[in-house]
């Protein structure tokens, strides 16, 4: 026993031996060694940590986990002209409850399609200007077409879904597939006579006249068109007698959805009554001439000409967001 335990205490011994020299090969042997070691640490540092693999994810902006999308708006018929100059537009694809409800239009009722038609835009679209939130009602009627094409677009992203008109060349040699998109849309110009009068700071047209003065006008928002409709509805409801030209000029006389009311619009009613007929002929040719909106056939160039088919929706309005051809979904 007495060897066993000698041969174990000289293995412990070596052992110990081994680890003390290996911790004395770590240390510097003399003091020009640490003044060396010193000096390469104040010149190199003691080394980095990448502390990337520590950090947390970065969050996803949350513009794309809602997925909202910046409308161009160039893309508009607009142009964003009448717009305040930090107007950004924002819009989603649709979703299930806003589709059904979308679903329930009367085809032949025309004030149910504008209110599903608006129900849409405000639903899936933010318009902002600077940090003050808009309403959808300050977006321009005629620029609500393409707001709802686009997204139908994002709602309906797969190929089969897409909207197709039957077109024709100029010439009518040929029948081509039209996509009903914004890519295929014709923007309305407002002639150079016209466009001189636009304010950049006001956002509207301040136009000189001889006869009847400066007038101030501007196409129409969704606010305005929806407060001129009740205004419709109180008048068919009451059986009163409307005065067609004053609801032709009327939504480009007033700038802002904003105080609009019946009781304001029976007041501009009174002071357009008020009119000479030179003032009047004047207003409604400038409302004619600063329409803008798209035209009402779409075109595309395929092979070297012009194809056009009419605007339209295959199906009926209810198509942009109820699909009408169910054979792609049929087995």
């Not at 329930?104 to 940090?131: F, R």
């Not at 009119?275 to 056939?297: C, F, H, P, S």
């Not at 092979?303 to 051809?325: N, Q, R, V, W, Y």
């Amino acid at each position: 026993m007495s060897d066993e335990n000698n041969k174990k205490e000289a293995a412990a011994k070596k052992a110990l031996e081994s680890k003390d020299a290996i911790n004395r090969s770590a240390l510097p042997e003399s003091t020009e060694d640490v003044s060396n070691m010193e000096a390469v640490i104040d010149n190199q540092g003691l080394g980095k940590v990448n502390m990337g693999s520590f950090n947390p994810p970065k969050a996803a902006p949350s513009d794309d986990l809602l997925g909202w999308h910046v409308e161009n708006l160039d893309n508009l018929p607009s142009k964003g002209k009448f717009y305040p100059a930090d107007t950004i537009i924002k819009i989603r694809s649709a979703k299930a409850a806003e589709i059904r409800h979308f679903s329930t239009m009367d085809d032949n009722n025309y004030i149910d399609m504008e209110e599903k038609l608006n129900a849409i835009v405000e639903s899936c679209a933010q318009i902002m200007s600077g940090d003050k939130r808009l309403s959808y009602k300050d977006i321009l009627e005629e620029d609500r077409i393409v707001l709802l094409l686009s997204i139908r677009d994002l709602t309906f992203p797969e190929p089969e879904n897409k909207l197709i008109l039957k077109g024709k060349t100029k010439k009518g040699r040929k029948t081509v597939d039209i996509e009903l998109a914004t890519k295929n849309l014709i923007p309305t110009i407002i002639e150079p006579e016209i466009e001189k009068y636009y304010n950049s700071a006001e956002r509207i047209y301040v136009i000189q006249t001889r006869s009847a003065g400066e007038i101030r006008m501007k196409p129409p928002t969704i606010g305005v068109m929806e407060e001129v409709t009740s205004y419709l509805q109180d008048r068919q409801e009451k059986e009163v007698e409307l005065d067609k030209a004053f609801i032709q000029v009327l939504p480009y006389i007033v700038s802002d959805w904003r105080g609009l009311s019946l009781p304001k619009i029976f007041q501009l009613e009174v002071e357009y009554k008020g009119w000479d007929d030179r003032k009047y002929m004047i207003v409604y040719r400038l409302a004619e001439k600063m329409r803008i909106g798209v035209q009402t056939n779409l075109e595309l160039e395929i092979d070297g000409e012009i194809a056009t088919a009419p605007l339209d929706f295959p199906g009926g309005i209810k198509s942009l967001f109820i699909i009408s051809d169910l054979s792609a979904e049929l087995l």
